[in-house]
Structures are given as C-alpha cells and as structure tokens.
C-alpha cells in the first residue's frame, strides 16, 4: 500500500516523531511513500509568511534530505486532481488538503494524516 505523507506528517518526522503514533511511524518505514508537490508548496507559503522555521536551512535542503532520508517519491500535482477538488464535498475548505484528497483518491494511495475531517470523504487514511 502506498502513502501520500500530509504536510504536517513531513514536519513531525523530520522534526518531532513522538507526535506520529508509533503504529503509523512503523507503516510509513516499510510502506511506498509519495510527498505531493503542493506540501512543499504549502511549507514555502509558510516559510514566507515566517510561520515556519526549519531551524536556519533552507526549503530545498529541507525537502532533498527528507526524500532521501524517508525513501520517497515526489507527486506532482495532475489536471485530474484539480478538476476532482471540484467535485469533493465543501467539509473542508483548506486547499492544500483537497487536492491531496484528490490525489490520494486518483492514485488510490492511503492518506497519512492526523486531521480527522478527512474520514468525511472517500479516501483511505492513516493514523
């Protein structure tokens, strides 16, 4: 089974693990894992915004050394998933998280995610 990280999910291993159950922490080390184009996104939004530091390195050393460290593959973001956020129930309105809804649903990965609005829609999660 393969899993589509949330982008709190990237922050907590790289920089407080204990926040992960350690059931989840053991499925993320020996399941696929995808990190979507659009948390790192959502990360340099909010570096920008000074509502994420990562502690003096940059976003791009940042993500390149989780890839590496955690074994993942990056996601891009497909026209199929931003027409499929259209079509999703209006229980979340955060965008980053309905297109990886949306990704999760057209790739059929599972969602590792402590939010628990997810559960409302048709998506497999993690916690």
């Excluded at 709190?8 to 499925?27: F, G």
């Excluded at 402590?114 to 829609?121: H, I, L, T």
Aim: proline share 5%; charged share 20%; net charge neutral.
């Amino acid at each position: 089974m393969a899993l589509l990280l949330d982008t709190h999910v990237i922050l907590w291993l790289e920089l407080d693990p204990q926040k992960i159950p350690s059931i989840t922490r053991k499925e993320i080390a020996v399941s696929p894992l995808f990190v979507s184009i659009v948390s790192i996104w959502e990360l340099a939004i909010k570096m920008r915004a000074g509502k994420l530091n990562l502690a003096e390195r940059s976003l791009q050393d940042f993500i390149n050394s989780f890839l590496v460290e955690y074994h993942c593959q990056l996601l891009n973001a497909e026209l199929d998933d931003t027409y499929l956020t259209q079509k999703l129930p209006l229980i979340h309105r955060d965008p980053f998280d309905r297109i990886l809804i949306a990704q999760s649903i057209n790739n059929r990965y599972h969602l590792v995610s402590a939010d628990r609005v997810f559960a409302a829609y048709p998506v497999k999660t993690i916690w």
